[in-house]
């Protein structure tokens, strides 16, 4: 083969080895555009996704909603049935004028008026016991009876003189018809007269040692041996101290027990002097004990002592309450408020309106459909309500009754969000 021959056949064969190279360079080259096609398809869902989301979330912010029914701003958000279930009740707070009072502590004893410490009359065994502590009795219910030597013996002088007035009316009666008659001389009808005055006059003694017993005569039988004597209450009321013990001697100047009408209830107090000025018999005063924190009894002051104690530079005063149920109880300790005039106008809610959160006095307003903590600032307590110095405005609709509920709610959604 000549050397042109070769010559043309190594072009051919190089321009065909070429060829064949761009072809499959295209090729390549579209298995790579497919490639990337198909990567874009399946990562394009995703990209969207998370655009979604992330306008989503935008919009929530734009809005201040954020997890477990808060906004941003700490408004709780809950259902008008879940306000329902936790007893959530509101109040529109507005200014109102605030009465002057003062604060004092002091004690509750029984109206000392209505008081009586129950002794015998005379010296005697307790032969029964018919009333307990704390029964409430009525006047002249039979308490105990005593077995008296005392009474044994007037009921038989009441007896003998009973029998020797009988006697004494019948031998006067007798000497005066013979008198009449001139059959007896005068002496001896003097002498009847005399023992029948006589006679008269040892009944009357018999009856009165009785009634000193307190015992009716009329009621003592021919058998003076077997009086008991009954140790009564003068008054109704309660039992409130007992000694009486089934067989021991009772004796005058030894109470048995002690009965208190506690209907009505004296709260002793004291006044400090530099208030002695604002205080008067007749002011309406509140009283609050720790039994029944939530509730106030209402009183007046009715006594303020004449002489200021040197140590202390008080004055004892009185206050009177009503206890027709009988919650109150001597021995109590009290808060006593006594109003002494009318002040400046304040906001007021009930106590329970008034939470701790984080240690800060707190209510909740309600506003933009839920309830927003609002830290407060209280001062003086008095009928319930406590003075609302600052945090919250006039006019605002505050929650009386559910806070415990509310904060209850934030707490947990708090703890939720921690994990």
């Known amino acids: 083969m000549s050397w042109k021959v070769m010559k043309g056949c190594t072009a051919i064969l190089l321009a065909a080895t070429i060829a064949l190279s761009v072809t499959a360079c295209a090729r390549n080259g579209d298995a790579a555009q497919m490639a990337e096609n198909e990567q874009a398809v399946a990562q394009k869902p995703d990209s969207e996704e998370a655009g979604h989301e992330k306008d989503q979330a935008g919009k929530e912010a734009s809005e201040g909603k954020t997890a477990e029914g808060h906004d941003e701003e700490g408004v709780l958000k809950i259902t008008e049935e879940e306000a329902k279930t936790a007893g959530v009740r509101v109040e529109k707070i507005e200014l109102r004028n605030q009465a002057e009072q003062i604060t004092v502590t002091a004690n509750i004893l029984p109206d000392q008026d209505r008081l009586a410490h129950i002794q015998p009359r005379m010296t005697g065994r307790i032969v029964s016991v018919e009333a307990n502590l704390g029964n409430q009795v009525v006047k002249e219910q039979t308490l105990a009876m005593l077995d008296s030597v005392e009474l044994n013996e007037a009921g038989a002088a009441y007896l003998q003189s009973q029998s020797t007035l009988t006697l004494a009316k019948a031998n006067f009666n007798r000497a005066q018809k013979l008198f009449k008659d001139k059959i ?24 009165s040692k009785l009634t000193l017993f307190g015992v009716n005569p009329a009621k003592i039988g021919s058998n003076s041996a077997a009086l008991t004597f009954p140790v009564q209450s003068p008054f109704a009321g309660t039992v409130i101290e007992k000694n009486a013990v089934l067989g021991d001697i009772a004796e005058p100047g030894k109470s048995l027990f002690t009965i208190a009408d506690l209907s009505t209830v004296w709260i002793e107090t004291n006044v400090f002097e530099k208030d002695l000025s604002k205080v008067q018999e007749g002011l309406p005063a509140a009283v609050s004990v720790a039994a029944y924190p939530k509730e106030t009894f209402q009183g007046r002051v009715t006594y303020i002592g004449s002489m ?9 005063a009185r206050v009177e309450v009503a206890n027709a149920d009988g919650r109150l109880k001597p021995g109590m300790f009290a808060n006593v408020a006594i109003e002494t005039g009318v002040g400046q106008p304040a906001l007021s ?52 009754s559910g806070a415990y509920a509310l904060k209850a709610r934030i707490l947990k959604s708090q703890i939720g969000e921690g994990h």
């Open 349 to 400: 809610v009930p106590d329970d309106a008034v939470v701790l959160m984080q240690g800060q006095p707190t209510v909740f307003i309600a506003e933009h459909g839920g309830f927003e903590p609002r830290p407060v600032q209280t001062g003086e307590r008095m009928g319930g309500r406590v003075i609302l110095q600052s945090g919250v405005a006039d006019g605002e609709t505050v929650v009386t």
């Open 308 to 316: 200021v104690n040197q140590e202390t530079r008080t004055v004892n």
């Open 184 to 207: 007896i001389p005068q002496k001896d009808f003097l002498s009847a007269r005399t023992e029948l005055e006589k006679a008269r006059a040892a009944q009357r003694a018999a009856v």
